[in-house]
C-alpha cells in the first residue's frame, strides 16, 4: 500500500517572502502519480507573482506555491495508471482541465473555464519535493532527453501553439519580439515549421546572441536600430514597394507595450500578429486603423492544447534545443536566491533552473 509522504516545500506568502514549510503529500489516486521533482523552471509568471503578487485577475490572495515548468521521476502509481512505471524519468503538463465542458469536447481545453493550473492561483506549483498528478497530463521521456529540457518543455509548448495560431508554414517569414525563453522556442519551433527568415528583436545583447545560436537568421537590437525599418529592410522584395513589406507572422512575446505596438505594425498587408505576451497594463493605445487597413489579423493565445506530444517529438528528434537554454542552476535550498538573481539580472541569463537534486554549492 502506497502512504503519504513529507515534501520540503517553498511557499510564497507576500511578494518577495518566501518560507521553507514541510507538507505532507498523499498517496496517489487511482488515476494518479506521486512525482519525485527533479527539475524547475523559473518562469516569468513566477517572477510576476513574486514581484507583484498578481497577474490581471490572478491574484495571490491566499499562500501559494510557485513553479510549473517540471520534470520529475515517477516515485508511485495509482491502481489504475498504465502508461507509466515506478522509474520512470516524466514531464508534467501543468494545467488539469475538466474535461467535461463543450472547450474540452472541442479539443480547446486551455480554454476550459474551471482549468487548474500550477502556480495560478490558487492552484500551488512544484516548488516541492514530491507532487501528485494525473497520468494523463505526465508524459514519459526518452533516456537522450535531459530532464532540464523535459522541464522546458512547457515553454516550448507555448511557442508550439503559437507558431499553429499563426499559421506558420514553409518559407514564411517570422519575427520575435522579445528574445526571452518563449521568444527563442517560438523561433525553433517556426524554423521546425519551415519559416526561411526569423528575425529576433531584443535590448539585450546577451539574448540576441543567443537568439542566434536558436536559429535566427537575423536579429535587431531595439536599442540601436529602428525596428520596423529593419524589418522592412529584410523583407522588401522587387515585386512590391517598401509599403508592402514586412513579416508573414509576428510574434510579441515581451509583453511589454512598445512590442505590442511593433507587432501590429510588422507583419506585410495581410499577415498576421500573435500576442503571446501580457503587458503589465492591460489597457494601452493601439494603432487599430492601420492595422485595419493592412488586414492585419490578430491571434490571442491562452497557454496551449495538446502540444506536449509533438513539443516531445521535436526536443526527441533534435530539431528543438532546449538545453541550451538554461543559463544558470540552482539547488532547491537556493531557490530564493534564484528568485532574486531571476528578477534582478536578465543581462546575462536566460532560463534559471532549480535543480532538486543538486548539491548546494555556488550556482554557475
Avoid at 518566501?18 to 509568471?45: F, N
Avoid at 512547457?154 to 519575427?175: F, H, I, N, T, Y
Wanted: charged share 20%; hydrophobic share 40%; with cysteine.
Amino acid at each position: 500500500m502506497v502512504n503519504s509522504i513529507k515534501s520540503q516545500t517553498l511557499v510564497l506568502h507576500q511578494t518577495h517572502d518566501v518560507r521553507w514549510e514541510t507538507r505532507e503529500v498523499k498517496a496517489p489516486g487511482p488515476l494518479e502519480a506521486r512525482i519525485h521533482i527533479q527539475c524547475i523552471g523559473i518562469c516569468g509568471s513566477d517572477l510576476h507573482y513574486y514581484t507583484h503578487g498578481r497577474i490581471g485577475s490572478f491574484v495571490v490572495e491566499n499562500p501559494l506555491v510557485l513553479g510549473h515548468e517540471v520534470s520529475g521521476i515517477v516515485e508511485a502509481i495509482g491502481e489504475q495508471v498504465t502508461r507509466l512505471k515506478i522509474g520512470d524519468r516524466v514531464a508534467l503538463e501543468p494545467g488539469i482541465p475538466c474535461g467535461r465542458c463543450d472547450y474540452c469536447k472541442r479539443g480547446s481545453y486551455n480554454l476550459c473555464p474551471k482549468m487548474r493550473f500550477m502556480a495560478t492561483p490558487p492552484i500551488d506549483g512544484a516548488l516541492s519535493e514530491y507532487v501528485i498528478w494525473p497520468e494523463d497530463f505526465i508524459f514519459p521521456i526518452p533516456e537522450h532527453v535531459s530532464l532540464e529540457a523535459a522541464a522546458l518543455l512547457e515553454p516550448l509548448a507555448v511557442a508550439v501553439w503559437a507558431v499553429q495560431r499563426g499559421g506558420v508554414s514553409m518559407g514564411d517569414s517570422v519575427v520575435v519580439l522579445g528574445a526571452g525563453p518563449i521568444g527563442c522556442t517560438t523561433l525553433q519551433a517556426a524554423k521546425a515549421a519551415g519559416a526561411t527568415i526569423r528575425i529576433a528583436v531584443d535590448l539585450e545583447p546577451f539574448r540576441l546572441e543567443m537568439a542566434k545560436q536558436m536559429g535566427a537568421t537575423h536579429t535587431i537590437n531595439a536599442q540601436e536600430e529602428d525596428v520596423l525599418e529593419r524589418i522592412r529592410d529584410i523583407t522588401t522584395t522587387l515585386d512590391l514597394p517598401r509599403s508592402h513589406a514586412g513579416v508573414d507572422v509576428a510574434f510579441e512575446t515581451a509583453g511589454s507595450v512598445a512590442t505590442c505596438r511593433m507587432s501590429l505594425a510588422a507583419p506585410r498587408p495581410g499577415g498576421v500578429t500573435v500576442l503571446v505576451g501580457l503587458p503589465p497594463d492591460p489597457l494601452i493605445s493601439l494603432d487599430i486603423v492601420s492595422a485595419a487597413s493592412r488586414e492585419t489579423q490578430v491571434r490571442g493565445l491562452f497557454r496551449y492544447a495538446n502540444c506536449y506530444p509533438e513539443s516531445l517529438a521535436l526536443v526527441a528528434s533534435g530539431a528543438v534545443n532546449l538545453d541550451a537554454l538554461v543559463t544558470q542552476n540552482y539547488a532547491f535550498s537556493q531557490t530564493p536566491a534564484a528568485l532574486e538573481f531571476a528578477v534582478n539580472d536578465k543581462s546575462s541569463s536566460m532560463k534559471v533552473m532549480i535543480q532538486m537534486n543538486q548539491d548546494n554549492h555556488a550556482p554557475r
